[in-house]
């Protein structure tokens, strides 16, 4: 059975870039009636907040990104141990006794000679004693011994990769405060959970290297891994992970749909053009792996205002029946409310800003040099309530009285009603003013 997964860390709110893993593993698991676990990478325990866990899950529920269940590395413990003993016990993980300021200096020297900053197993040549010593002295921290080989695999998006673990240093699976890093947890993880396929950012193809050695080490097969690009402001800078505006509910507070957010990036990266999809169930159906590419993918926070104002276009009554409800508009209105001014919404926010406007008749403008002639129309004007014949009533009356006609008549009476230059037909505006408009 495909089982995929996404495993963020609780050391921050979830981003638009971490998204990207999110949504492709879970397609994938979807589109093949597979199993997808959210697994919270809560081993670093002084970064991990609760606060953070629950954004996660907030923001994948909001998504409709759903999982069958949850995992947390910080109650997998015991596997961690066990895996740790096995890779003791078969000589693949070993006690280093290096301080930080040793290996900066020895990453340097290894430059200033032309050679590449790989670690020299120092720690696998010390006695005993000296390993009791040191130990004593400054504590201990544990790497995982590659094998010095090519390390290859079929990437789902980059294609062949071929790593030679001999330029790679061994990794540090355990700080020397006991904590067990990402490339040793996710390893043992992958292979006692099952996971068939991982989808992840390219930052990580080194670690899928070690990985790879690792998993094998722990006596399973390694997962099939894809590689997608990461994202590039528009103008092909780096994203933050910390810039706010990017984080998923940041996104949501400014008004971004779902749908929006999840359109968007199902086709982001890849040669499929970006289609605004009405559902989840949709946006899997047309989600192909195989169509992305390994360039940067620049993303645009301003493309998801346009694609948020078109899905709201489509939508039922039914689907903002409380929003239009929490605007104030009566029952008996809604549906002639929602068929007026669904095309002409930015956000839902704006469902409140439209009533407004029907409700108060304050939201008129003029400009100086139409003032005067604002006033005399809205003397033409009577009171509410009006009906779907007041429009062309009042703008002959108007027409009649000063002899303005076009653009130079329909312009500023739409202003002196609704203070906006575009909008809903004037007609059916008209019909919903509860109130005489104010400039």
């Not at 080989?149 to 673990?165: F, N, V, Y």
């Amino acid at each position: 059975m495909t089982t995929t997964r996404f495993a963020p860390s609780p050391t921050g709110w979830l981003h638009i870039g971490n998204l990207r893993a999110a949504l492709f593993n879970h397609a994938i698991a979807r589109q093949q009636g597979g199993e997808f676990i959210l697994r919270i990478d809560d081993t670093d325990q002084e970064r991990s907040k609760p606060e953070y866990v629950d954004g996660i899950l907030e923001a994948l529920d909001w998504l409709g990104i759903t999982h069958d269940r949850v995992e947390r590395q910080s109650g997998r413990v015991e596997r961690y141990t066990a895996a740790r003993e096995k890779l003791v016990a078969d000589g693949r993980l070993y006690e280093c006794f290096e301080t930080p300021t040793e290996l900066d200096l020895k990453r340097k020297k290894q430059l200033n000679m032309g050679k590449p900053p790989v670690y020299d197993r120092a720690a696998l040549d010390l006695s005993d004693a000296e390993k009791d010593r040191l130990r004593a002295e400054r504590g201990s921290h544990w790497r995982f011994k590659l094998d010095r080989e090519r390390i290859e695999w079929e990437d789902g998006i980059l294609g062949p990769i071929s790593i030679d673990a001999a330029s790679v240093s061994d990794p540090v699976l355990i700080k020397e405060s006991g904590q067990v890093l990402y490339t040793f947890a996710s390893s043992v993880d992958d292979a006692e959970m099952g996971i068939t396929d991982v989808v992840r950012g390219s930052d990580h193809v080194t670690n899928t290297a070690t990985q790879i050695q690792i998993i094998r080490a722990l006596g399973y097969e390694p997962p099939r891994f894809a590689h997608h690009s990461l994202l590039t402001g528009p103008q092909g800078e780096a994203l933050s992970k910390r810039l706010g505006t990017l984080s998923l509910r940041d996104l949501k507070a400014a008004g971004i749909e779902p749908m929006a957010i999840l359109s968007l990036m199902a086709r982001l990266g890849s040669s499929q053009p970006v289609e605004l999809r009405q559902t989840p169930a949709e946006v899997i159906e047309g989600f192909d792996i195989a169509t992305f590419g390994s360039a940067p993918t620049k993303f645009d926070p301003a493309d998801l205002e346009p694609l948020t104002a078109r899905w709201l276009s489509q939508q039922p009554l039914s689907e903002v029946a409380e929003d239009v409800a929490a605007a104030g508009v009566p029952d008996d209105l809604a549906e002639a409310f929602w068929a007026v001014v669904r095309e002409n919404l930015k956000t839902r926010a704006t469902i409140a800003e439209w009533w407004a406007v029907f409700r108060d008749g304050r939201a008129g403008r003029a400009e100086p040099e139409d003032a005067e002639f604002v006033a005399q129309a809205l003397g033409l004007l009577g009171d509410a309530p009006y009906g779907p014949e007041t429009w062309k009533q009042w703008t002959d009356a108007v027409k009649a009285e000063t002899g303005r006609k076009g653009r130079g008549l329909f312009l500023p009476l739409r202003r002196a009603v609704t203070g906006m230059d575009h909008g809903p037909e004037m007609a059916d505006v008209m019909a919903l003013m509860r109130v005489k408009p104010q400039v």
